[in-house]
């Protein structure tokens, strides 16, 4: 009998780790997560984790594609959720030049000294928050109200580890990891150790789980830009 498994997927991982430069960005999530955990498996829920993105002049619509994408996944997959983290602006210090490298040997640099380093800039920096300690949080929680028998992870984020040993140690739930195929030879051992499957989100099944152009019965369509 297939186990019920609920598939919990960190977008922002998944995007730099399988999507990002490929044309398989319009993905059908339970059909490719249900593709690579197979017959063994019931996917009964699919929890998408993520932040809003801040639209750039280079990139002025970015939010509209990744909203008409969550709406194509609220229309289309069965028992979604969408949990939202967000993002936060941080000041960071980045060489002028790709080269520039401070030396190695080096002793630390006070924070009001790096301006002294020569070709470095402090910069500002949107960074995602949130969805990290939303995910892992949610993977206890639906693992202490037996929610499911399995757990499938989409993401190569080792800070989900602890939430992961902990579903699997005190609330015998198997654990499935399934990487996004860019991080298939560096997959963290914290991640590896509680996992009773390790598989890999492969180019093949992107291309094969692609959502319709137009979803039927909304106005939603794929952005021209994908």
């Known amino acids: 009998m297939a186990i019920d498994t609920i598939a ?8 730099f780790g399988a999507l990002k430069d490929t044309p398989y960005k319009w993905l059908d999530l339970h059909q490719a997560i249900s ?9 009964i829920g699919l929890k998408y984790f993520t932040a809003m993105v801040i639209p750039t002049t280079n990139n002025p619509k970015v939010l509209e594609r990744q909203n008409t994408y969550l709406r194509a ?11 939202k983290g967000k993002y936060k602006l941080r000041e960071i210090v980045r060489p002028k030049l790709a080269l520039a490298r401070w030396p190695q040997d080096s002793h630390p640099i006070a924070p009001e000294d790096y301006e002294k380093i020569p070709g470095y800039v402090w910069v500002s920096s949107w960074e995602e928050k949130g969805s990290d300690v939303n995910l892992a949080i949610q993977i206890v929680a639906d693992a202490a109200k037996n929610h499911s028998k399995a757990i499938c992870l989409i993401s190569n984020d080792s800070d989900i ?5 902990i579903a699997k140690n005190d609330f015998q739930k ?15 051992n914290e991640l590896k150790a509680p996992a009773d499957l390790l598989r890999v989100l492969n180019e093949v ?15 939603l369509s794929k952005p021209l830009a994908w």
């Open 8 to 15: 919990y997927v960190d977008g922002f991982n998944l995007y």
């Open 35 to 43: 593709s690579r955990l197979g017959p063994d498996f019931n996917l």
């Open 73 to 83: 996944l609220s229309a289309t997959q069965p028992n979604f959720t969408l949990i």
């Open 161 to 165: 580890a602890g939430a992961l040993q």
């Open 174 to 188: 198997k654990i499935v990891l399934l990487t996004p195929w860019k991080y298939r030879q560096k997959i963290p």
């Open 205 to 219: 099944t992107l291309k094969d789980s692609q959502l319709p152009d137009q979803i039927e019965g909304t106005p």
